[in-house]
């Protein structure tokens, strides 16, 4: 096989995947491996005897309908913002042309015991269930400050400044009730533990802003989510690097990693595979392929994979949702999350749901942590479970050559992944991605037609 | 004054051992042209071309493997909702042969049992001379007719270098899919629940890609 690259990828996770496809599109000659047989390492939609391989390998799986393929089971449970970071990659490098993304039919939040969609803008504030009478108006007033607030004219301030002044300190001065605070905080700005209410409101304040305008994107929902999974998206960016001349390899472990003394450091100089040796002067992987070089960052997350033959009670049927169970709510530190789709994405054979529910660990018998969430799913098919430690790189990778993801969090979106692309790719090339637009269809046709 | 028919989008996917000449014969197909010594593919999603038939035109959205086939690392999303599929091999490579059965076998596994298939036997110019004994042809016309046949395929031996039978291809795929598959774009409604769809590079709902002009 060939022997020398620009970059050598281990693993095809969303992370990997996406800087494979922008560095193949930039020029670079990129070999892409997985030892897996499969696209997406931690980031695929298993199907069905995948699924069960994985999770419940010596039990009899129960009897559902469709075929094996029908199923797109996501291991990593995440919505996509509307006008979030990776919406705006996969514009950018056009691999909107691989991937149909829907909406998802509804976001709702946690409260007394019982669930109501988050209002997204005014209007909706005032007819939300979530608030009383006064309660309304006073959020009806912060609303108006968020989408009004600009830097330059004090005028909308009034009088608050959202890099000295805390979170806290702009809820209290709309007088905004904890109930209140909760679902902003937690079901628009995302924060998944309270805190954020201590730290400055900037970080906050555009995180309504980002939940605001994916909601006014296509107005059922801030999410969009890939037909057949979020497995599509890893797929897509690997395509991208392909038709860039990227290299692909699955099925493939790494025998041996090739290191060069430069200087008196140890450099990453190349692999060994069953087809021989390949060497580039640096690696992208995912934490699994360099477990010495990870550590752990302390926090677990549990998923929970749920088969339902329902729709979620108290949603007036919704194909899917997005259900935040902020912590104050159920006594928690961290916010359990339940995402939900169904066969209108392609993931399950139609009658089904899958709803998967996620939280950080903070007990000794995890599963008991997510009877809440349990509770508002209702009658379960079956429930597959899965706990993962979270891992991050303890180097750079500038001296070494080796630059590696970090594991995907428990944030219900893929935001913090888009930061951790953004840092990897600063990292390596020396400078910020900055996205430019490939030619579309019609103009690559048109180019085609003048080459030939 | 005549109104055409809105063309109806079909997705095609090139399958075949690498080097047997897919995007050759795509290339003639779509630009009717052909490159000695093409270097292998590089830069394109994928090729579109429109080819009428009797009263029905087909704009064909040709996907190429990009080289993901090499190392057998083509991805599912490949085969999905692909209505045709080319399955490609040289008739100078009896080993290219035994990889388009192959090839055939994966199609009905991880592709939607409707689709049309054809086996086409590339490089046909190199054997137009042969002679009955020591010719460059290693797989016979009855070697390939015979899988066609056992497997329910269309079958030609084609040139993308001197064209031969190249556009056959194209249309005898095109009149064997059925009109009521081509007829939401490149994936059945019934399918993948047609409405609601999203195109993030504009701000509004597109309710399916029916709509989407054709020209």
């Known amino acids: 096989m060939d022997e020398n690259y620009d970059v050598i990828v281990l693993g095809t996770g969303l992370t990997e995947c996406v800087l494979s496809g922008i560095l193949s599109v930039e020029g670079k000659k990129v070999l892409h491996i997985d030892r897996q047989d499969f696209y997406g390492g931690e980031s695929a939609s298993l199907n069905l005897s995948q699924l069960y391989g994985k999770f419940k390998p010596t039990s009899q799986k129960p009897e559902l309908r469709g075929r094996d393929r029908d199923w797109c089971v996501d291991l990593i449970p995440k919505f996509l913002m509307a006008n979030g970071e990776l919406t705006n990659i996969l514009v950018h490098t056009d691999v909107t042309r691989y991937i149909e993304f829907k909406q998802i039919s509804g976001s709702y939040v946690y409260r007394g015991g019982k669930i109501s969609k988050v209002p997204a803008n005014e209007t909706e504030a005032l007819k939300s269930s979530l608030m009383g009478i006064f309660e309304k108006r006073r959020m009806k007033g912060f609303l108006e400050f968020i989408q009004n607030y600009d830097d330059d004219v004090p005028s909308t301030h009034q009088g608050l400044n ?28 995302l924060w998944s533990t309270d805190d954020y209410l201590k730290e400055v409101a900037r970080p906050t304040y555009e995180r309504i802003i980002l939940y605001v305008q994916s909601v006014a994107k296509y107005g059922k929902s801030p999410y969009i989510y890939p037909l057949y999974g979020l497995g599509e998206l890893p797929q897509g960016f690997a395509r991208l690097s392909a038709i860039y001349g990227g290299t692909y390899m699955l099925d493939t472990p790494i025998d041996e990693v090739l290191y060069k003394e430069v200087d008196g450091v140890s450099k990453f100089d190349g692999v060994v595979t069953k087809e021989g040796k390949a060497k580039a ?60 789709v169904s066969d209108v994405h392609c993931v399950v054979p139609k009658g089904y749901y899958l709803a998967i529910v996620s ?20 009658s379960r098919v079956d429930t597959l479970m899965g706990i993962a430690d979270i891992y991050e790189p303890i180097n750079d990778g500038t001296s070494d050559g080796i630059y590696i993801s970090k594991s995907y969090d428990a944030s219900s979106h893929f935001e913090t992944t888009t930061d951790d692309i953004k840092d990897l790719y600063f990292r390596i090339t020396g400078k910020p991605l900055v996205l430019t637009k490939r030619p579309n269809a019609e103009e690559e046709e048109a180019n085609a037609g003048v080459a030939a | 004054m005549s109104f055409p028919n809105p063309a109806t989008s079909v997705k095609l996917v090139l399958l075949g051992e690498a080097a047997v000449g897919k995007s050759s014969l795509v290339l003639r197909f779509v630009s009717n042209d052909f490159q000695e010594n093409k270097e292998p593919t590089i830069g394109a999603a994928f090729l579109t071309q429109k080819c009428t038939i009797g009263e029905r035109t087909i704009k064909y959205e040709i996907w190429d493997t990009a080289g993901q086939e090499r190392f057998a690392s083509l991805a599912p999303m490949y085969y999905r909702n692909a209505q045709a599929a080319i399955v490609v091999y040289d008739i100078t490579k009896p080993a290219s042969f035994i990889k388009a059965r192959h090839w055939v076998k994966e199609l009905h596994e991880q592709a939607s049992k409707d689709i049309t298939i054809a086996l086409v036997g590339n490089k046909y110019d190199l054997v137009e001379d042969d002679n009955e004994e020591d010719g460059l042809r290693k797989v016979s016309v009855e070697e390939g007719k015979g899988l066609a046949e056992e497997e329910g395929l269309l079958f030609f031996e084609t040139s993308a270098k001197t064209s031969y039978n190249v556009n056959d291809v194209f249309i005898g795929i095109g009149s064997k899919i059925p009109e009521t598959n081509a007829g939401n774009g490149a994936a059945p409604a019934d399918q993948t629940g047609g409405e609601g769809r999203i195109d993030l590079t504009s701000n509004s709902v597109a309710a399916n890609r029916a709509g989407e002009c054709a020209c």
Request: aromatic letters at 8%; glycine letters at 6%.
């Open chain 1, 162 to 189: 959202l890099d000295s002044n805390t979170m806290d300190e702009v809820y209290n001065y709309f007088r905004l009730e904890s109930g209140t605070k909760d679902f902003i905080g937690h079901a628009m700005a």
């Open chain 1, 281 to 340: 002067p640096i690696v992208i992987a995912d934490p699994t392929y360099f477990p010495e070089k990870v550590k752990k960052t302390g926090q677990r997350v549990i998923r929970a994979m749920c088969i339902l033959d329902h729709t979620i009670p108290g949603t007036n049927d919704l194909d899917s949702i997005q259900i935040i169970i902020p912590q104050n709510q159920v006594g928690r530190k961290h916010d359990i999350y339940i995402a939900v």
């Open chain 1, 359 to 378: 939280t950080i660990i903070e007990t000794d018998s995890p599963h008991v942590e997510l009877e809440p969430a349990f509770k508002l799913l209702g």
